[in-house]
């Protein structure tokens, strides 16, 4: 079974406009850390926003939000304000507490596509 | 100042050539990390060097060869790499292994091997 799903293969928002992009987790762990991460074109892979498992309020990076459902076992990014630099595979990924919390877990992404 | 630099960006390799990655982050970071990612994937964890020891060996074909020569520094050697190994290779690292610590990964190595 996925761990990480993430069901939009591609987006496209207006300029100006926000945007969610959807992630669900699978976990049986109760210690877990959810992340964002944005990969442009030339690779780098830069990470945006961070929900620890037993944190009470959704995360908040500038124009990056979690919308974190615990219940739900879901982390959706959205994204106020789109910018055409926000144009990008986005990834969502998750570290588990069992065995060390070393890997980080990917799910398969979203592209996202920044409209004028 | 969150970065992590690899060397070279881009590398291009014969089966029979031997070559090294280079990955170096000065945040004092105790975890460092080998991701493979072929297009339109996501990454795949090959390596874990945690506090200078390889922690994580996703069973990995022993043509790639890892090395972690102090706490700032990760090499990956390659040798007789198979064209299906051309990728991008991508190193992290992060403060300390465990779950909450946020992983910083550098702009990666795009490989090809001839």
Sequence with gaps: AQKITQTQPGMFVQEKEAVTLDCT????????????YKQPSSGEMIFLIYQ???DQQNATEGRYSLN?????????????????????MYFCAMRESLGGGNKLTFGTGTQLKVEL | DTEVT????????GMTNKKSLKCEQHMGHRAMYWYKQKAKKPPELMFVYSYEKLSINESVPSRFSPECPNSSLLNLHLHALQPE????????????????????FGAGTRLSVL
Excluded: E
């Design chain 1, 25 to 36: 987790y699978d976990t049986s762990d109760p210690s877990y850390g959810l992340f964002w």
């Design chain 1, 52 to 54: 620890g498992s037993y």
């Design chain 1, 68 to 88: 974190f459902q615990k219940a739900r076992k879901s982390a959706n990014l959205v994204i106020s304000a789109s910018q055409l630099g926000d144009s990008a």
């Design chain 2, 6 to 13: 690899q060397t070279p960006k881009h590398l291009v390799m």
């Design chain 2, 85 to 104: 190994d051309s990728a991008l290779y991508l190193c992290a690292s992060s403060q300390n292994p465990g779950f909450k610590n946020i992983q910083y």
